[in-house]
Nanobody, 126 residues
Framework: QVQLVESGGGLVQAGGSLRLSCAFS????????MGWFRQAPGKERDFVAT????????YYADSVKGRFTISRDNTKKTVYLQMNSLKPEDTAVYYC???????????????????WGQGTQVTVSS
């Protein structure tokens, strides 16, 4: 049974940093591209970043490019999202997701993912 469990969210002041983690279990982690999405109240779930199974390719939403970094440790079966220079508009529930179908990156659409975590809240105060 596949499980994705996010952690690392919290409350931070604007300009601060947070590092989200997503622990994966139930399949061979290194085979799958992983993504991060976020959803603010009343809004759609938006693409944040994605990374290939090997970690060699990554893509970012324009809104986070240069501030966020996605990475993965295949030995620990974990994907990370380092978030720097946080802004109030980054406030959302952040979700990690896994693509089991081998769809070509950048995988910006939530429908391209097959498994999701429960989400972790990130709140950035001004």
């Amino acid at each position: 049974q596949v499980q994705l469990v996010e952690s690392g969210g919290g409350l931070v002041q604007a300009g601060g940093s947070l590092r989200l983690s997503c622990a994966f279990s139930g399949r061979t982690f290194s085979w799958y591209a992983m993504g991060w999405f976020r959803q603010a109240p009343g809004k759609e779930r938006d693409f944040v970043a994605t990374i290939s199974g090997s970690g060699g390719d990554a893509y970012y939403a324009d809104s986070v490019k240069g501030r966020f970094t996605i990475s993965r440790d295949n030995t620990k079966k974990t994907v990370y999202l380092q978030m720097n220079s946080l802004k109030p508009e980054d406030t959302a529930v952040y979700y990690c997701a896994a693509d089991f179908r081998g769809i070509t990156l950048p995988l910006r659409n939530p429908s391209e993912y097959d498994a999701w975590g429960q989400g972790t809240q990130v709140t950035v105060s001004s």
